[in-house]
């Protein structure tokens, strides 16, 4: 059972089904992408917990496979209990459903090396909280996805709409949000990372992105790093991840500033990020890794096969018919493709679908992430 049926959802039905399992997909909404090729599909508000309660005693699934932040988490523990498996683990999916324990378990617990920061939940304690952190710093929900709610104050000036703006784009039932200090860092990483039923972790080569009103625009595979810096972000992700426990793919987010390595995020499951192994940029994609591991198959090795890139499709406009045009531009060079997700609402910078380019390993990365920029920008979304 596939509890979030968005495009990473959808990639990750297709890997499960060429390995014969039989997927119930669940969202908020109908023919969401994932229920376009799964073999059921339930629509439910899943921050209920006795329709998720509902859902789960009709299928008997023997996986509950997280895709979104917005669930009635606490529910796992007990699924658990019933001989069912969250995947990675109900821990895990509790732990990271909201920032504030994912963050303490970093800092306090593991001693990872992360941004200084604060908690608040009200606006007298968030005006302490950015004091106490100081100007700028970056304010985020505890609970969103896809860098809703997320800005940076810039000046004192910013901190009443900051706030509001964080609660805007919290979801669930969590009003709290979280102040940083932000880290001038000079790029950030996501560093997939693969834990095993049986088996070593396992890391895949680390991937570049860059962000826009708090989510990724492109990314890229490999993102060049030094080596003693790589192997820094591997030992915390190792840390963080077997404290949390369970198998499956996970997608750790690392600041790489002047100063060294600082752990910033992580989720249980594909990362939007890593649509970039859908350019082939290693010989399994992440969505593949995700389904092996969850299934205890073997993963002899993780190698990379090529550069690739990915850039995001964005629709500029709300419609409830969204058509495309320009795909047959956004392909005609070789060493590149596209997805389109199959979305039925469009909005304003709602992702659409992704751009894909590739090319040998000796050439520049660069080159490759214009290459998949150009193509994403000759479709539009209408």
Known sequence: MLL??????????????????YVVAVDSYMNAPAQQVADELEVINMLDGKELDRIVAKHKPDLIVPEIEAIRTERFYDYEKQGIRVIPSAKAANFTMNRKAIRDLAARELGLRTAKYAYATSLSEFQDAVQAIGIPCVVKPLMSSSGKGQSVIKSKTDINDSWEYALSGTRGDVMEVIVEEFIPFESEITLLTVTQIQGPTLFCPPIGHRQ?????QESWQPHPMPAHLLEEAKNMAEKVTRALGGAGIWGVEFFLASDGVYFSELSPRPHDTGMVTLAGTQNFSEFELHARAILGLPIPAIRLERNGASAVILATKQSDTPSYQGLELAITDPGTD???FGKPISRPYRRMGVALAWD?????IKEVTRKAIGNAKKVTVN
């Open 212 to 216: 826009e009103r708090g989510d990724y």
């Open 360 to 364: 040998r390993t000796d050439t520049d």
């Open 338 to 340: 596209i997805r389109i």
């Open 4 to 21: 979030g049926s968005g495009e990473l959802g959808k990639e990750l039905v297709i890997a499960l089904k060429r390995l014969g399992q």
